[in-house]
C-alpha cells in the first residue's frame, strides 16, 4: 500500500453515521405513512446513493424518492449530521498518513457540503486536501462517476492512489477506475459483500489498517 493519494470512504470507513442516517430515514418514512420502528431495519440505507435506495426499498418511483430524500435532508441537515460517530483510532490513522507526506481525499456519495460540515464539526477536515461529494440534485452520487471526476479534479494517476472503504460501491468505483482498492470490515458492507468485488486488501479492523499503512 505503497501509493501516494489515499481516497477514503466517509460513512462506514472514517465515521459510524448510523444513528444520524437511520433516524433521518426513519422521519422521512413517517412523512410519507410508513411507519418502521425499529432502526436496525435501516441500516441498509448507509451507503448506496439514498435516491436508489428509496425507489430499490420501498418500491418507490423517481417522484416519491425524491419527495422522501427532501423529507430525509429536513431532519439530516439540522440534526442527523451530528448524530454521528468517528470510528476510535481515525485520528491517528489520518495523523500518521499526513506524517508519511501522503495526500488524503475524502470521497463519499453523501452531498459535499454535508460531508465538509461532519469533517470541520468532529474536527478531521484539516488531514485532507479535498472533501468531494455530490451535488445536492444528485450529481455523482454514482462511486464511478465521482472517482473519475476526482482524479480528472486532481490530476491524480490511478496507479499512485488508493480508495478506501467499507461497501462494494467503493470497491467498484475503485476498480472501475483503475484503482486498487481496499476494503475495511468494521463499517456496513458484510464480508461477503466485500469479497464479491475482490478488493487488493480487506481488512478486518481499522488497527490492521493502520498497520498495513506502517509496513
Known amino acids: 500500500m505503497h501509493q501516494q493519494n489515499i481516497l477514503f ?15 433521518s430515514i426513519q422521519y422521512a418514512l413517517a412523512k410519507l405513512g410508513i411507519d418502521e420502528p425499529d432502526l436496525t431495519r435501516l ?17 418507490f418511483d423517481q417522484a416519491k424518492a425524491w419527495e422522501a430524500l427532501n423529507f430525509y435532508r429536513e431532519r439530516f441537515k439540522v440534526t442527523g449530521l451530528y448524530e454521528n460517530l468517528l470510528f476510535d483510532g481515525v485520528p491517528e490513522l489520518l495523523q500518521a498518513l499526513n506524517d508519511q507526506g501522503r495526500t488524503l481525499y475524502i470521497a463519499t456519495s453523501k452531498p459535499w457540503e454535508y460531508a ?10 484539516h488531514h485532507f486536501k479535498v472533501i468531494y461529494g455530490s451535488e445536492l440534485d444528485g450529481t455523482r452520487t454514482d462511486k464511478i462517476e465521482l472517482i473519475r471526476h476526482l482524479l480528472d479534479e486532481e490530476g491524480l494517476d490511478p496507479a499512485q492512489t488508493l480508495m478506501v472503504g467499507d461497501r462494494k460501491h467503493d470497491l467498484i468505483g475503485a476498480r472501475s477506475n483503475g484503482l486498487q482498492a481496499v ?9 461477503a459483500e466485500l469479497q464479491a468485488e475482490t478488493p487488493a ?12 499503512f506502517m509496513r
Open 43 to 59: 441500516e441498509h440505507f448507509i451507503g448506496p446513493p439514498l435516491l436508489q435506495a428509496f425507489m430499490q426499498f420501498y418500491g
Open 183 to 191: 476494503a475495511v470490515g468494521y463499517g456496513l458492507g458484510s464480508r
Open 201 to 212: 486488501f480487506h481488512f478486518e479492523t481499522l488497527a490492521e489498517l493502520h498497520q498495513a
Open 116 to 125: 465538509r460540515e461532519i469533517a470541520r464539526h468532529f474536527a478531521f477536515d
Open 9 to 23: 470512504d466517509l460513512d462506514g470507513t472514517l465515521t459510524d453515521p448510523r444513528e444520524g442516517i437511520t433516524r
